[in-house]
C-alpha cells in the first residue's frame, strides 16, 4: 500500500506567540501546576497526518517518494598519509540502502532460523560504532526484520560495553576495525556472543587475522559485504514490526550512577519522529549533517526524520576537526547541534565585533540592524547586511543552511539570536532525553523572542512542574511556576530494561516521567530549563547551590571552552576547574603582548595560560559573567583551577553528548582540587588561580 505523502505540518499563520500552551482546567492539585499541552496539537496518533506505525514505514515513506534520490553520503579516503579525504560525498541512494538493509535483514534471519544466533529473551543485536553509513544500514535491517538494536558507545569504553552486552544478552554484534580487537578481547567475557560482524571490508591478511582469532573465541567472523552475501542467498521478505514492537535499548549515558537501558518501541519512536517533524519549516527533502552520536536518541531522531521526506544523510568523517570541512563540502540544509558545537561557531563567529576600527564598526552595526529587525518584525534576513557581512559565517556551514537545532543543554539567548541573524534561519532551540525519545518541548518557528526557553510541549506532550521545596522551587512560585519537570506522552519509554526497581522511581502510577530537571512555565507557556535536582549540594554555611546553574551562568563567557564546578559541604565556597577557549587566549596575547601564537600550537597556548597578564584578563572576564549572570555571593566560584586539557570521553569525563560526568570529572583533578580547598580564600573577593 503507498505511503501518504508526508506533509508539512505548519503553525496556523494567526497562532498567538503569547499562548503557546494551555493548561487544562481543573488539572492542578496541590504541590504542582495543572497540565500543560500544545495550544494547537494537544494530541498526536499513529493515524494523524504524520503518523506512522513502526520504523519501517519512516523509512518506506522516504523510499516511496524519493527512490532513486540521494540516502546516505560520506566523504571517501584518498589518502592515508597523510590522511585525506575526497572533496565530494559519495551517495547511495534509497534503492541502493534499501537492497543492502533487505539482504542484511535476511542474513540476520537465517542465522536466528538455524540457531547461530539469538537465545535470548529478544532478539538484540550491538553496534559498535562511529557515525557512517554502515551504521544506519544495520539498524535499518533490524527495523525492517523486527531485530532490537543496542548501541554499544563508541566512547563507553570496554567495562560498559561488556555490561551491555551481558545485560541485553546480545549475540551479535557490528563493530568497526578500531573495535574488532576490542571484541575479541572481550569475548571471554560475553556470554551471549556467537556472531562478529566487520563494518569495515578487511585486507586479506587482517580478515585472516581477525577470523582466526574469532574462530579461536568460538565465533563466527564475517565482513559486512559476506554478511550480506549471506542474506541475498538466503533472502527473505521483512517481517514487518508492530508499533509494540521493541526498537532499540538505548543505554543512558548518564553523568552519574550507572547505565539504564531505556526501552524504546517502533510506535514510541515513529510517533517521536511525527511529533519532531510537526511545526517546524521543513518544506523539500534537503540534506542533513550527520556527527551527533547515533548511540543517542538525539542523532537518531532527527536521521529518521530526513528519512521521512525522502532526504539525503551526509555523514562526517569522524574528526570533530574536519566538522566545518565536511559541512562546506555536504552543503547541508539541516544542522542538528548541541549548544557546545554552537557555543564554538558563536564565540569564532562574533570575534569580527572585537576588530578596531572600521571593519569592527561594520561589523557591530550589521548585527545591531539584523537584530533590531528581527525583533521588530520576525525577518531574519537583509539584503545589505547578509552580502557584505554574514555570507562569510553562513559559508562556515556550507551557505544553504535552513534550520539548526539544539538539544541535550542549555544555551544562552545572546547567542541563540546572534546565529539567528547570522545564519538567516530558525534555530530550534528543544529539550528532551533518551526516555522520551528526545521530545518534550521545542521553541516555535517564528517566535521573536523566546530567549534562552526550550519552548511549549511538543505535539501530544502534556507537561507539568512538581514542587522541590527543598531548593526552593514550587507551582505557587512569582512571576512564574516553577519545580521539577513531569511528562507524559505516547513518546515516553515503557520503562527501563530488566530494571523494575529504576523504572518505577522513574515513571509513577500515573504515568509521569519524573525528568530530575528543574523549570519554569513563563507567561506565554514556554518551558525554561533552570536547574537539575541531583546536583544540587549544600555549603557548610547552610546555602543551597545548584551546581550546573553555576556552570551553565559561566559558560556563556567566550572565554571558557569547558567549565567544570565542585563544592564541599565542609567548605563555604565553589571552586573551578576551567578549560579556556583556545583561540581566545591566543587574541589575549595579541592585545595584551602584541604578538601571535597559533591556536594549534598547544605548547604555546598552555605556557600563555600562565602569563599574569593573560590570567588576569581572564578572571576578570570570567567575574563580569558570573555577575552578569545574576550569581549570587556564595553561588560565585572563588578559587580556579585553568588548564587546557580538555574533558573528553576518551578520559571518561564526558558523556557522549558532551555532559561532564561530575564524579569523573572530579576523581581526574581531586589531587589540584584538594590543594586548591586548602589555600586562603583571595582577600580581594575576586578569584585565585593555579595551574
Not at 578596531?356 to 550589521?366: D, E, S, T, V, W
Not at 519524573?514 to 530549563?529: C, M, Q, V
Not at 561532564?660 to 572530579?666: F, H, L, Q, V
Request: aromatic share 8%; hydrophobic share 35%; net charge neutral.
Amino acid at each position: 500500500m503507498p505511503f501518504q505523502e508526508p506533509k508539512v505540518i505548519l503553525y496556523p499563520k494567526d497562532f498567538d506567540y503569547k499562548k503557546q500552551s494551555i493548561e487544562v482546567p481543573g488539572s492542578r492539585k496541590p504541590g504542582q501546576t495543572g497540565i500543560y499541552l500544545n495550544a494547537v496539537w494537544p494530541e498526536l496518533s499513529y493515524d494523524s497526518e504524520q503518523g506512522r506505525h513502526s520504523l519501517y514505514e519512516v523509512f518506506q515513506s522516504g523510499l516511496e517518494h524519493s527512490p532513486n534520490g540521494p540516502c546516505l553520503g560520506h566523504r571517501p579516503i584518498i589518502s592515508t598519509n597523510p590522511l585525506a579525504f575526497a572533496p565530494q560525498y559519495e551517495w547511495q541512494t534509497y534503492r541502493q540502502v534499501d537492497e543492502r538493509r533487505r539482504n542484511l535483514g535476511s542474513a540476520l534471519e537465517h542465522i536466528w532460523q538455524q540457531g547461530r544466533a539469538g537465545g535470548g529473551d529478544l532478539p538484540t543485536i550491538g553496534i559498535w560504532s562511529q557515525n557512517k553509513p554502515e551504521w544506519q544500514i544495520v539498524d535499518l535491517a533490524a527495523q525492517a526484520y523486527s531485530k532490537v538494536t543496542v548501541s554499544l558507545y563508541d566512547t563507553l569504553g570496554p567495562n560498559a560495553v561488556e555490561d551491555s552486552c551481558n545485560h541485553a544478552e546480545i549475540t551479535v554484534v557490528f563493530a568497526t576495525t578500531p573495535h574488532i580487537p576490542e571484541v575479541l578481547s572481550l569475548a571471554p567475557k560475553l556470554k551471549d556472543l556467537k556472531v562478529l560482524v566487520s563494518m569495515d571490508e578487511l585486507s586479506d591478511e587482517a580478515r585472516h587475522v581477525a577470523s582466526s582469532w574469532a574462530k579461536h573465541r568460538g565465533l563466527e567472523f564475517f565482513t559486512l559485504r559476506e554478511f550480506e552475501a549471506l542474506g541475498k542467498a538466503n533472502y527473505t521478505e521483512p517481517i514487518i514490526p508492530t508499533p509494540e514492537h521493541i526498537y532499540s535499548i538505548c543505554y543512558t549515558s548518564g553523568t552519574t550512577g550507572n547505565p539504564k537501558g531505556a526501552i524504546l518501541t517502533h510506535g514510541q519512536i515513529a510517533i517521536a519522529v511525527a511529533a519532531a517533524v510537526t511545526g517546524t519549516n521543513f518544506t523539500e527533502p534537503g540534506y542533513l549533517m550527520s556527527y551527533l552520536p547515533l548511540a543517542h536518541i538525539y542523532g537518531r531522531i532527527t536521521e529518521l526524520a530526513a528519512f521521512n521526506f525522502g532526504g539525503g544523510i551526509g555523514y562526517f568523517t569522524g574528526d570533530p576537526l574536519r566538522l566545518l570541512e565536511d559541512a562546506q563540502s555536504l552543503r547541508p540544509t539541516a544542522f542538528p547541534s548541541v549548544p557546545r558545537v554552537l557555543n564554538r561557531i558563536y564565540q569564532a563567529a562574533n570575534m569580527a565585533g572585537d576588530v578596531p576600527g572600521l571593519k569592527g564598526n561594520i561589523f557591530r552595526k550589521a548585527v545591531a540592524t539584523k537584530l533590531a529587525n528581527y525583533r521588530a518584525t520576525g525577518k531574519l534576513t537583509h539584503l545589505l547586511w547578509d552580502r557584505l557581512v554574514f555570507s562569510k559565517i553562513q559559508k562556515l556551514l556550507g551557505g544553504r543552511i535552513e534550520s539548526i537545532t539544539s538539544g541535550s543543554a542549555p544555551i544562552s539567548a545572546d547567542a541563540l539570536d546572534f546565529l539567528r541573524i547570522a545564519f538567516g534561519c530558525d534555530i530550534f532551540n528543544g529539550y528532551g532525553m533518551t526516555e522520551t525519545a528526545a521530545i518534550i518541548t521545542r521553541v516555535v518557528s517564528g517566535d521573536r523572542n523566546p530567549g534562552d526557553s526550550s519552548g511549549p510541549p511538543q505535539a501530544g506532550v502534556e507537561l507539568k512542574l512538581l514542587d522541590v521545596a527543598e531548593m526552593g522551587y514550587t507551582a505557587n512560585d512569582k512571576p512564574n511556576p516553577r519545580g521539577e519537570i513531569l511528562c507524559r506522552s505516547i513518546c515516553n519509554t515503557p520503562g527501563y530494561y530488566k530494571d523494575p526497581e529504576n523504572t518505577a522511581k522513574t515513571i509513577d502510577a500515573e504515568g509521569w516521567l519524573h525528568t530530575g530537571d528543574i523549570g519554569e512555565i513563563d507567561s506565554a507557556g514556554r518551558l525554561r530549563i533552570i536547574d537539575r535536582v541531583k546536583n544540587i549540594m549544600k555549603l557548610a554555611q547552610g546555602e543551597y547551590v545548584a551546581l550546573e546553574k553555576v556552570e551553565n551562568a559561566y559558560s556563556g563567557s567566550p572565554c571558557i571552552s569547558q567549565i567544570f564546578v565542585h563544592g564541599d559541604s565542609l567548605k563555604d565556597h565553589l571552586i573551578a576547574v576551567i578549560v579556556p577557549d583556545a583561540e581566545h587566549v591566543c587574541n589575549l596575547v595579541k592585545r595584551l603582548h602584541g604578538h601571535t601564537i597559533h591556536v594549534t600550537d598547544e605548547k604555546a597556548v598552555a605556557e600563555a595560560i600562565r602569563d599574569l597578564k593573560v590570567k588576569s584578563a581572564l578572571f576578570e572576564e570570567i567575574n563580569k559573567q558570573g555577575k552578569k549572570s545574576g550569581l549570587k555571593g556564595f553561588e560565585s566560584v572563588k578559587k580556579i583551577l585553568l588548564t587546557m586539557d580538555m574533558f573528553t570521553a576518551e578520559n571518561g569525563t564526558l558523556t557522549p553528548t558532551f555532559k561532564i560526568k561530575r564524579k569523573e570529572a572530579y576523581t581526574l583533578h581531586k589531587a589540584e582540587l584538594d590543594a586548591l580547598y586548602n589555600e586562603p580564600l583571595p582577600t580581594t573577593g575576586g578569584m585565585k588561580v593555579k595551574l
